[in-house]
């Protein structure tokens, strides 16, 4: 019985694991004795006339990593593992022959001459065409079943990481901006051993374990052969050097905890959520890296007075009755008077707003230019709105002046009328409906 190519890596459930072992090496076995003899007996058939940049679909300019990609793409696509189409297994020993080409410099230099890299003919696999290539398109650059080449070791050397820290300033402040002092806890480069991490008098050497790779190489049987993988050596974490004799100050790591004070100049027109940057002011790298940024992020506190909409100030101010009606001027307070050095600077700490006779609840006057500077420039506008506040208790005298003043203005109407109109609507609307 002849094996389906998609059921070639699924165990059956009548079979037991050791003999499906067994029958999987025998098919690999068989696969590859094919493959090989095929190509020998077939090597001149299989002659590539096409274009090798056209087959792999890259420009004749086109770089290494260019070159692999294109490829890759078309192993996935083409390999007989995962496309049992004659065609496609046809197409994919031309597209790696082509690839045998174009990744050796050598060769792809001769081809570019007009010579022959292969000295006559070429089909399914060249000599110098390795399998981990092929995994590679499969797994990633750190699979193969040959030697291959991982990223290499992790440098020591590392930017240290981004700190945040919030603050909270007052309206005033956070309007027309103020320097503020900071307590900050971050670390620091060890000065005992300058960074490095290494005792005073010693330093790194190369791991044992992995040669100074910084990865070890774990190889894995499957259906298609070894597939051999790198992982970060265990022994150095993947630096490539051990540090024998660490510095005791800082264990090894090359930093300590320090607190710090810094003065952070917050800019005019700042809003809750506004995050200022201090480049290279938080934590610092190891191995004697660079600092990351400090950021201050701005917290705006409630105003008594003052509610911040955008970069426009409101604020409700409540009158009399009698100055509304009357009309008045009032005082009002700036946000600049809340400024500790307001009063000397010359700055403006009050203005008179004048509240015209007949004023409204709900009446607004906006005043330009009076709001919180923008960080881009311009000043938003102070919005003022106007309560009429009506007498809740009144004396004798105050009481009858108001029923002298209602009389006069004819707005008196006694409860009794109120109610005897309103007892001849509902009669009315009884007569229209009985008659």
């Known amino acids: 019985m002849r094996w389906p190519r998609w059921a070639s890596s699924v165990p059956p459930a009548w079979t037991t694991p050791g003999r499906w072992r067994r029958c999987a090496q025998w098919r690999a076995t068989c696969r590859a004795s094919s493959t090989r003899a095929e190509s020998r007996e077939q090597r001149s058939e299989h002659q590539v006339t096409q274009d090798l940049y056209e087959l792999l679909g890259v420009a004749r300019d086109a770089d290494g990593d260019t070159i692999k990609k294109a490829y890759r793409k078309l192993a996935r696509q083409l390999h007989p593992d995962v496309n049992p189409d004659p065609e496609s297994q046809e197409r994919f020993k031309h597209v790696s022959a082509a690839y045998e080409v174009l990744s050796d410099p050598q060769k792809r230099a001769s081809y570019d001459r007009g010579g022959d890299p292969f000295g006559g003919g070429f089909g399914g696999q060249g000599a110098g065409f390795s399998f981990s290539d092929i995994m590679d398109a499969f797994f990633g650059g750190n699979a193969g079943g040959g030697g291959g080449g991982g990223r290499g070791p992790r440098s020591r050397v590392r930017r240290g990481q981004d700190a945040l820290i919030r603050i909270e300033v007052e309206l005033a402040e956070a309007a027309f901006g103020v320097a503020r002092e900071l307590k900050v806890d971050t670390a620091v480069h060890c000065s005992s051993c300058a960074g490095s991490g290494a ?89 004697g890296g660079p600092a990351g940024d400090l950021y201050v992020e701005i917290h705006v506190a409630a105003h008594p007075t003052f509610e911040r909409h955008g970069n426009d100030l409101h604020c409700t101010v409540t009158v009399p009755m009698t100055a509304a009606a009357l009309g008045t001027t009032l005082t009002l307070p700036t946000l600049e008077a809340d400024l500790d050095e307001g009063a000397g600077s010359g700055l403006e700490t009050g203005f008179e707003l004048a509240i015209p006779a007949g004023t409204q609840t709900g009446h607004e006057v906006a005043l330009r230019g009076r709001g919180v500077p923008g960080l881009r420039g311009g000043r938003g506008d102070l919005i003022v709105t106007v309560a009429v506040e009506t007498p809740t208790r009144l004396d004798a005298r105050q009481e009858e002046l108001l029923r002298e003043l209602a009389a006069l203005r004819g707005e008196e109407q006694p409860m009794g009328e109120v109610r005897a109109a309103h007892r001849s609507m509902f009669g009315r609307l009884r007569d229209a409906f009985t008659h």
């Open 199 to 287: 005792a005073p008098g010693s330093e790194p050497v190369t791991c044992e374990t992995c040669h100074g790779h910084g990865e070890v190489a774990h190889v894995q049987r499957s259906f298609l052969g070894e597939i051999r993988t790198l992982r970060p050596c265990a022994a150095c974490r993947g630096f490539g050097t051990v540090i024998p004799d660490p510095c005791r100050e800082c264990a090894g790591d090359g930093r300590v905890r320090s607190r710090r004070t810094l003065t952070v100049k917050i800019p005019a027109g700042v809003d809750t959520g506004t995050r200022v940057q201090l480049t290279e002011q938080g934590e610092v790298g190891p191995g």
